[in-house]
Each structure stands twice: as C-alpha cells, then as structure tokens.
Nanobody, 122 residues
Framework: VQLQASGGGSVQVGDSRRLSCVVS????????MGWFRQAPGKAREFVAA????????FERPAVRGRFTISRDNANNTMWLQMNSVKLEDTAVYYC????????????????WGQGTLVTVSR
C-alpha cells in the first residue's frame, strides 16, 4: 500500500486548506486511516482518524470543530479539511493507514505517506 499526501503550502491565520491523501496498491476501503502532524522541534501527534467505511471519525480536541476528516473509497482518497487555521497548526502532515480499526496511536498504523508541509503565518 502506498500513500501520497498533497495540498500543503503557506496559508494565513484564519484561512482554509484541504489536504489530500491518495491510496494505491490496495483498496482504501480495507483500512482505517488517519492524519498525524509533526511541528518543528516537536514530537509527532495525532490529528484525526476515520474508520474504513467512513462512518466513524475522531479528531484531537485542539482541532475539533476546525478540521474535518473524510474519505471517498470509490476514489481511494482521504482528505483533511482545515478551517480557521492557527499558527500552531504549522507542521508536516502525514496520512496513514491501519489494518486494524482507526486509532489515535501512531504505532497502530502500518502505512505512512511522505508528508506535506503546512505553514501558517500572520
């Protein structure tokens, strides 16, 4: 399974950005999926997760109400819609896939994309 994340770039505080993750090699419907991020000098952290069917989602409290995770298994694609971004959202964002149910721990995810950088400025 290969994951290709895209959509990063420079945004200003309060703006929106949508990240995409395309799955290849196997049907995305086989996997729970998620987004993690790593800010400069900080540990990687969970952002959001979505079940294989898309019927269940979970976000970290810091982004709840601002970020929305979604997926389209017919097109093997997952998204992270980021609204009202803040300076602290600056990070490299990674998409991930898990053979088990979606989770918040990074050691539950077997497959990782290369990351896409989001830089938020005033």
């Amino acid at each position: 399974v290969q994951l290709q994340a895209s959509g990063g770039g420079s945004v200003q505080v309060g703006d929106s950005r949508r990240l995409s993750c395309v799955v290849s090699g196997r049907p995305s419907s086989n996997y729970g999926m998620g987004w993690f991020r790593q800010a400069p000098g900080k540990a990687r952290e969970f952002v959001a997760a979505i079940s294989a069917s898309g019927g269940g989602t979970f976000e970290r409290p810091a982004v709840r109400g601002r970020f929305t995770i979604s997926r389209d298994n017919a097109n093997n694609t997952m998204w992270l819609q980021m609204n009202s971004v803040k300076l602290e959202d600056t990070a490299v964002y990674y998409c991930t896939a898990s053979n088990s149910a979606f989770a918040t721990r990074d050691d539950r995810y077997e497959y990782w994309g290369q990351g896409t950088l989001v830089t938020v400025s005033r």
